[in-house]
């Protein structure tokens, strides 16, 4: 964190310091910066501050829990999350049917799939099949239910097994927690039937995941380490945490 973002940070704390919220354009006007700049200034540092819906708030008060806001998600990491997808590319072949997670951490992936000449695309999330409708050679198949907006994403009870009809070569699998000793996780229920059915039926499993979630655990527990073929990561930590498990299938690559 460099000594301007330090500063804005605590600013932003003393103002917070009575226990009260601040909205994010409150916060960048009193910092005399863009919305932007406050969102970069909380994602590229562990920080006291949290930003929930919206509004800046102590991470330390009582009843302070996480919540999944998409653009939040889509703001943080951005970079990381590009160089993964690139690594996650590489896997990739020609004729390759995919299921693609929903969240933000695939969707830098989508705009590689334009040099492919034949591909099929799963998914479950909104913003997924956006961007793939787009793309000329590459075969949608959207999954649908209850709409989910928080994560762009649609739920049904049905949804695992239309997934486990479908011949699918490859799984790229996000998640918002991976703990080596609690398994793999995510904020929403209504995405664990899909994610397992994808990773029950492909024929290789691939988890795409930046450092700031390993040794964090979410409400929503979904896979084990070892159902997983390969860890795609920036943590260069991640091999040896993982050596402490060893997993005698799993390959960790790092973007």
Known sequence: MNDR????MAMLQE????????????????CGVSEMTIRRDLSTQPSAISLLGG???????PGVTPVYDLTEQQSSHYQVKQRLCQRA????????????????????????????????VVT?????????????NVRLVLLGGLFYASSQSFG???MGAAIERLGINKALISAAGVDCERGVSCFHFHEVGPKQAAIA????????????KFG?????????????DIVVTDDERAPGLLERHPLPTLSVTLA
Do not use: K, W
């Not at 964090?216 to 997983?228: K, N």
């Open 201 to 212: 039926t492909a024929m290789q499993r691939l988890l795409i995941v930046d450092a700031s």
């Open 5 to 8: 973002s330090a500063q804005r």
């Open 156 to 158: 049904s009870d049905g």
């Open 124 to 136: 479950y999330a909104l913003n997924v099949a956006n961007a793939v409708a787009a793309l000329p």
């Open 89 to 120: 590319a590489s896997f990739i072949e020609e004729g390759d049917t995919l299921f693609i997670d929903c969240g933000s951490t695939l969707i830098p992936l989508l705009s590689q799939l334009s040099r492919f000449h034949e591909l099929t």
């Open 15 to 30: 103002a917070l310091a009575s226990g009260g919220t601040l909205h994010l354009r409150d916060a960048a006007e009193l």
């Open 55 to 61: 509004r800046l708030v102590m991470a330390s008060c």
């Open 216 to 228: 964090v655990v979410r409400p929503a527990y979904f896979a084990s380490l070892e159902d997983f």
